[in-house]
């Protein structure tokens, strides 16, 4: 949204920004913070100040944490290319939440640019000198109450996990969330039907290498292929493309099957955590921090089929055979 205006006119860009963080209690998004009513808080403040409108930009779901946030972005970029001379937002926390980006942005990038920023609600100018104090400590503000609703997150998530709720992105393969809670795992028969294949396969003599290429051979689609087929945007992370797009089983996918104690109707989660709270970067836990919980759904794999299998591994790696080929 656009609209032009006289040459000599003040060309101010509208940012809006919501997120989870502007969820109350009870999980329902604030209507004081909805993008609609920061777009009317704006356009009136614009219009009393008579500048012109260069753009709005609107980041919905998006932390003021993120700097990966797309119309963010986008108003950066313009910013430094001199199309407009005011940013303009309901409270410096819309534009941003970090710390860092307050200092290389209100106070270093942006009067070098000739952009001014204004805070319609908080009073943050940064056209008054004596005002840089009160930003600073917003800034700080803001990022306490980022790692406050981090930790909180945190403590809810682990509960949940230690009450015997998924909490994962995606199931994995052999199950799906229950259309009715979706914290809980149900048996997908079709993919459920390959876990046991495997395994039996597997106590059959069968190498992982001979598994994977057999299950190739047959045109069963990989896990990922499978997801997507059931309409889930799903990509995992150590997928390697070009198998991904031929439908190739990969051995390491095998492997991780064989290993993974789901299957016996055992929920294991936070084996992972991220390093903190302004970080996506997940660090492994060690394994005497994973929540461990039994019989929380359908088992696929018996217990002492898992047990036995397991076993075999164990002997196989002993004789240095991790990926072995045999059949």
Not at 76 to 92: H, N, P, W, Y
Request: net charge positive; with cysteine; hydrophobic share 35%.
């Amino acid at each position: 949204m656009t609209r032009g205006g006289t040459d000599n006119a003040v060309k101010a860009a509208l940012y809006c920004r919501l997120s989870v963080e502007d969820e109350d209690k009870d999980g329902f998004k604030n209507t004081s913070e909805s993008i609609l009513n920061q777009q009317m808080l704006l356009v009136d403040y614009m219009n009393a100040h008579h500048y012109d409108l260069y753009a709005i930009y609107v980041d919905e779901d998006y932390s003021g944490l993120d700097r990966e946030r797309p119309a963010f972005k986008r108003m950066i970029e313009d910013a430094k290319s001199g199309r407009f001379q005011v940013i303009l937002c309901k409270t410096q926390s819309r534009f941003t939440r970090d710390m860092e980006l307050v200092e290389r942005y209100l106070h270093h990038l942006f009067p070098l640019w000739g952009i001014r920023f204004i805070g319609v609600v908080d009073g943050v100018d940064t056209d008054e000198r004596r005002n840089k104090k009160a930003r600073q400590i917003n800034g700080l503000i803001n990022e306490w109450y980022c790692e406050d609703l981090s930790d909180n997150i945190r403590a809810v998530l682990r509960k949940k996990m230690e009450n015997g709720q998924f909490i994962g992105s995606f199931a994995c393969y052999g199950y799906s969330k229950s259309p009715l809670d979706r914290h809980r795992l149900v048996v997908d028969d079709d993919a459920a039907a390959i876990v046991k294949r495997i395994f039996s396969m597997y106590q059959k003599g069968y190498g992982i290498r001979a598994i994977a290429a057999h299950l190739t051979q047959c045109r069963i689609p990989t896990p990922t292929m499978h997801k997507r087929s059931q309409g889930l945007s799903f990509r995992a992370p150590f997928t390697d493309k070009p198998q991904e797009k031929q439908n190739i089983w990969s051995p390491n996918t095998i492997k991780r099957i064989l290993k993974n104690p789901t299957y016996t109707g055992c929920l294991v989660q936070g084996k992972e955590q991220k390093i903190s709270y302004k970080s996506k970067k997940m660090v492994h836990m060690p394994k005497e921090r994973w929540i461990v919980i039994p019989d929380t759904h359908e088992a696929i794999i018996s217990k002492e089929e898992f047990a036995a299998v397991q076993e075999i591994m164990k002997s196989r790696r002993k004789n240095g055979n991790t990926l072995e080929t045999s059949s």
